[in-house]
Nanobody, 124 residues
Framework: QVQLVESGGGLVQAGGSLRLSCAAS????????MGWYRQAPGKQRELVAH???????YYVDSVKGRFTFSRDNAKNTVYLQMNSLKPEDTAVYFC??????????????????WGQGTQVTVSS
């Protein structure tokens, strides 16, 4: 019912920039939460940044001042502008969303959705 499609990963040198995007499509009634997680080799997946429908935007401390999260509500798309990248930012970045869908005239309970992941590699 819902797809999250990511783009924008790649290889960059330390100090460089990348911009990730994630577009949600399907029978969307409301996007409750949408953002980005990342998972480095051998580490747990961690929340990088997200917004909530209540207007809150969260950043993990390690990216504050370097990453900027933004969204285009009309396109159901979020972006993660990543500046001053460091080797420790190397990870697979996953788009995540908690979305309420609508089927004909029925509003369904919110569900958690994941994108396929996009690799970000920062070389030193």
């Amino acid at each position: 019912q819902v797809q999250l499609v990511e783009s924008g990963g790649g290889l960059v040198q330390a100090g460089g920039s990348l911009r990730l995007s994630c577009a949600a499509s399907g029978s969307i009634f409301r996007i409750n939460v949408m953002g980005w997680y990342r998972q480095a080799p051998g580490k747990q997946r961690e929340l990088v940044a997200h917004f909530t429908s209540g207007g809150t935007t969260y950043y993990v401390d390690s990216v504050k001042g370097r990453f900027t999260f933004s969204r285009d509500n009309a396109k159901n798309t979020v972006y993660l502008q990543m500046n001053s990248l460091k080797p420790e930012d190397t990870a697979v970045y996953f788009c995540n969303a908690v979305i309420t869908t609508q089927t004909i005239d029925v509003v369904n309970p919110p569900r958690n959705y994941w994108g396929q992941g996009t690799q970000v590699t920062v070389s030193s």
